[in-house]
T-cell receptor, first 107, second 113 residues
Framework: TQLLEQSPQFLSIQEGENLTVYCNSS?????LQWYRQEPGEGPVLLVT?????EVKKLKRLTFQFGDARKDSSLHITAAQTGDTGLYLC???????FGAGTRLTVKP | ETGVTQSPTHLIKTRGQQVTLRCSSQ?????VSWYQQALGQGPQFIFQ???????GRGNFPPRFSGLQFPNYSSELNVNALELDDSALYLC????????????FGSGTRLTVV
């Protein structure tokens, strides 16, 4: 079992601010996925990163996969209230999830 | 294409009872995974089914069992329910071997009283 640690656990910011959340492991992943989950719903896939050092952009969201494929980060630029949710990372090796970062963006 | 459908959406059971949760996978997907998500936590992997066989299991006791049917739909059965089994149960499907990630259903909210 490959343990994924996400930080911070909670994050509360004002609309318009930038933020970065992290997903770390001591294990190497063939690929890693980020999901966002809203209350009462299942997680929704945002991105899959596969290559070490890879950077993917999804509008205001930038995802980076570490060179050694053991860690990843998600950066949000100019956060909006609609970004509020639980951000989860999961290793494709065994589809285990981290505990998530609960983001609240206040107007 | 249809997404992942789970039923029922909500369920209340008494401690000691048994429950069956159902999941229809997304069209074209042949692999189903089940997760338990306690309030405020990330999803915890229960098990995965591929070709109607269990293909990986998390740290859950044997009273959690499952089935996958030839049409790739799946059931999660929990016997001898305990209060701590109260959670959101998520089903997710994918096509085996794809990096495309999983499609999740909206879950079944189980409350054990």
């Amino acid at each position: 079992t490959q343990l994924l640690e996400q930080s911070p656990q909670f994050l509360s910011i004002q609309e318009g601010e930038n933020l970065t959340v992290y997903c770390n492991s001591s294990s190497v992943f063939s690929s890693l996925q980020w999901y966002r989950q809203e209350p009462g719903e299942g997680p929704v896939l945002l991105v899959t990163v596969v290559t070490g050092g890879e950077v993917k952009k999804l509008k205001r969201l930038t995802f980076q996969f570490g060179d050694a494929r053991k860690d990843s980060s998600l950066h949000i630029t100019a956060a909006q209230t609609g970004d509020t949710g639980l951000y989860l990372c999961a290793g494709a090796n065994d589809m285990r999830f981290g505990a998530g970062t609960r983001l609240t963006v206040k107007p | 294409e249809t997404g992942v459908t789970q039923s029922p959406t909500h369920l209340i059971k008494t401690r000691g009872q048994q429950v069956t949760l159902r999941c229809s996978s997304q069209s074209g997907h042949n692999t189903v995974s089940w997760y338990q998500q306690a309030l405020g936590q990330g999803p915890q992997f229960i098990f995965q089914y591929y070709r109607e066989e269990e293909n990986g299991r998390g740290n859950f006791p044997p009273r959690f069992s499952g089935l996958q049917f030839p049409n790739y739909s799946s059931e999660l059965n929990v016997n001898a329910l305990e209060l701590d089994d109260s959670a959101l149960y998520l089903c997710a499907s994918t096509l085996w071997g794809m990096f495309g990630g999983y499609t999740f259903g909206s879950g079944t909210r189980l409350t054990v009283v």
